[in-house]
């Protein structure tokens, strides 16, 4: 399919493990945004690229977060050293515009990786 | 700080009839909404957006309406069908890509 996917669609780790979470693109799609999800929450933004560039992370919340886009295309959320709180659907989504003023632009969303820290 | 609140956690409505999701904000410089539609297992999918020019915007079954003196904003869905199951976020922007997402309603629509 055309769509935002996302691997693995689950992860159990177990606290203090390392996590890389993947994200697929819409092809063409110039932003690229990530999600975290908490229970019983709406999506809270994290991070946008806009191809490679990372331009705003300010909604990462510690420096055990670091995500990247290194050709503008793929985009991996690692995160180190896990702790419960991490445990959230993480939510990659994808859009044609690029640029400040975005918010027209359609958001397309993949169907989340469920992260479980035990 | 939830600056975009949606209070009704969940809602059943008789097929046929309307569905009506409200969502509020408290942020003035927001400018632009949108409703996104999501299903278990799956990400969150654009359903309708107004921009704050705007008042009303129609698309088939669903009309979004939005008071900015009141900061409120209404998802209309009629008549309702039972594939509308589902939870509906409103996200709301400061003219940027950054939304601002509410907690979300559970529809059920009832055969």
């Known amino acids: 399919g055309a769509g935002v996917s996302q691997s693995p669609r689950y992860k159990v780790a177990k606290r203090g493990q390392d996590v890389a979470l993947r994200c697929d693109p819409i092809?063409?799609?110039?932003?690229l945004f990530w999600y975290q999800q908490a229970l019983g929450q709406g999506p809270e933004f994290l991070t946008y690229?806009?191809?490679?560039?990372?331009?705003?992370k300010s909604g990462l919340p510690s420096d055990r977060f670091f995500a990247e886009r290194p050709e503008g295309s793929v985009s991996t959320l690692k995160i180190q050293r896990t702790q419960q709180e991490d445990s959230a659907v993480y939510l990659c989504?994808?859009?044609?515009?690029?640029?400040?003023?975005?918010?027209?632009?359609?958001?397309?969303f993949g169907p989340g990786t469920r992260l479980t820290v035990t | 700080d939830q600056q975009v609140k949606q209070n009704s956690p969940s809602l059943s409505v008789q097929e046929g009839r309307i569905s009506i999701l409200n969502c509020d904000y408290t942020n003035s410089m927001f400018d632009y909404f949108l409703w996104y539609k999501k299903y278990p297992a799956e990400g969150p999918t654009f359903l309708i957006s107004?921009?704050?020019?705007?008042d009303k915007n129609e698309d088939g079954r669903f009309t979004v309406f939005l008071n900015k003196s009141a900061k409120h904003l209404s998802l209309h869905i009629v008549p309702s069908q039972p594939g509308d199951s589902a939870v509906y976020f409103c996200?709301?922007?400061?003219?940027?890509?950054?939304?601002?997402f509410g907690t979300g309603t559970r529809l059920k629509v009832l055969a």
């Open positions: 989504a994808s859009s044609l515009a690029e640029g400040l003023g975005t918010a027209s632009y359609e958001q397309y």
């Open positions: 996200a709301a922007s400061a003219g940027t890509y950054k939304y601002i």
């Open positions: 107004i921009s704050s020019i705007k």
């Open positions: 690229f806009q191809n490679e560039a990372q331009l705003d």
């Open positions: 092809s063409g799609h110039v932003s």
